[in-house]
Each structure stands twice: as C-alpha cells, then as structure tokens.
C-alpha cells in the first residue's frame, strides 16, 4: 500500500528565503507525482505535475524534482513572498491506477513578512 | 472560466439525517472524483467517475454513503443515515483524462460537514 510522507509538518521562514518542501514515498512504481496548494477553507489548487518518466516541472518560482528510485520529491520555492504561505500537498499517482492519488498530510508554510 | 462548484459550502445536520452534496464539474471533464478530507486521515479518495460511470468506489466507507453521477454536469453524494463520524470536508474534483495519460484534478472548495 502506497504511503506519502511530508516533512516537515509546518515551516515559517521570512519573506525572500529560499526553501525546500519534501515528499517520500513507499512505491516508486508512480504514474505521475503532484504537488497542490491549500488555502483555508478552499480547495486544492494543482501546481506541478511529475510524469513519472520526467524528472522535474519548473513554473516560476516554483520547481519540482522527482527521484524515482529513492521515492523522494522536493518542492523549491524561490524568494518566498507572504501570498506564498498556505498548505502545500504532494500525491501520487499509483496502484495499477492513473487515476487514484495517495496524498501526503501536508506542510503548513509560513512566510512572515 | 467557472471552476467546479459545490453546494452547499456548510451543512450542520443531527445525526440520523439524509444529507446530500452537490458537485458541478468543470464543462467538458470527463473524470469526476469525491474525497473526505479529516484531520486524522487527510484527503482519501472516496469513488471515481469516468464518462459518468462509477469505475471505483472501494473508497466509500460504508453502505451508507452512495453517489451517483446522473449527466456530464452533476453529481451526488448523498450518506443515509448520516453518523457524527462522518463530519469532514468533502471535496469534488474533475479532470480530463485523454488516453489514460494523468491530467491535473482540479478541485471545488469543498462542503465543510457537522453532524451533530
């Protein structure tokens, strides 16, 4: 059974930092891996998608790589901004399906201004 | 473009009730999702509709929970009896699926749940 593991759980860093959310998973046989954004009281919001023949997914500040083989993803926001601070979801994509996503529990991110 | 729309936002109900959520999926989705986020278990995958067939619903918990996907443009979710375990948010999401290759969900806000 397929596990996502987030870490850590909440981050708050200054405006302007640099950061790396991280993402571990227990069965590297992925379709695809996903990163959202949560916002309270909102939905989902998708912002990069790993096919799981890709390496990484780059769109503006945002950058995402995937290790396959370790099972491991990170999410690089560069020059974090105040807008940026939300809950920040990766999925997986596996289990014979392309449809059913295994989500992680989440890393809360604060950026203070 | 409209996003996928839920209703309602909030339902407070006593326990024993019928409840019944709502989703409108974006126009021209071909895949349809409900998942019950709680902050014990996180999102869980609760059924999955393609072409407004169920195709999984091993995530619906019990026999009290049914869905039901009548036309492209609506679906349900309804719990008989509803039970105080069952308060979460329950979110709607669509997507387009072409050829099996993954498209990104894109998600309602959700239907925030109290049973009391």
């Known amino acids: 059974k397929q596990e996502v593991t987030q870490i850590p759980a909440a981050l708050s860093v200054p405006e302007g930092e640099n950061l790396v959310l991280n993402c571990s998973f227990t069965d590297s046989a992925i379709y695809n891996l996903q990163w959202f954004r949560q916002d309270p009281g909102k939905g989902l919001t998708s912002l990069l998608l790993?096919?799981?023949?890709?390496r990484e997914q780059t769109s503006g500040r945002l950058n995402a790589s995937l290790d396959k083989s370790s099972g491991r993803s990170t999410l690089y926001i560069a020059a974090s901004q105040p807008g940026d601070s939300a809950t920040y979801l990766c999925?997986?994509?596996?289990?014979?399906?392309?449809?059913?996503?295994?989500f992680g529990k989440g890393t809360l991110l604060t950026v203070n201004p | 473009d409209a996003g996928v729309i839920q209703s309602p936002r909030h339902e407070v109900t006593e326990m024993g009730q019928e409840v019944t959520l709502r989703c409108k999926p974006i126009s021209g989705h071909n895949s349809l999702f409900w998942y019950r986020q709680t902050m014990m278990r996180g999102l869980e995958l609760l059924i999955y509709f393609n072409n407004n067939v169920p195709i999984d619903d091993s995530g619906m918990p019990e026999d009290r929970f049914s869905a039901k996907m009548p036309n492209a443009s609506f679906s349900t979710l309804k719990i008989q009896p509803s039970e105080p375990r069952d308060s979460a948010v329950y979110f709607c999401?669509?997507?387009?699926?072409?050829?099996?290759?993954?498209?990104?969900?894109?998600f309602g806000d959700g239907t925030r749940l109290s049973i009391l």
């Open positions: 999925a997986v994509n596996s289990g014979g399906s392309n449809y059913k996503l295994t």
């Open positions: 999401a669509s997507s387009l699926e072409y050829r099996e290759v993954s498209q990104p969900q894109h």
């Open positions: 790993i096919q799981s023949s890709q």
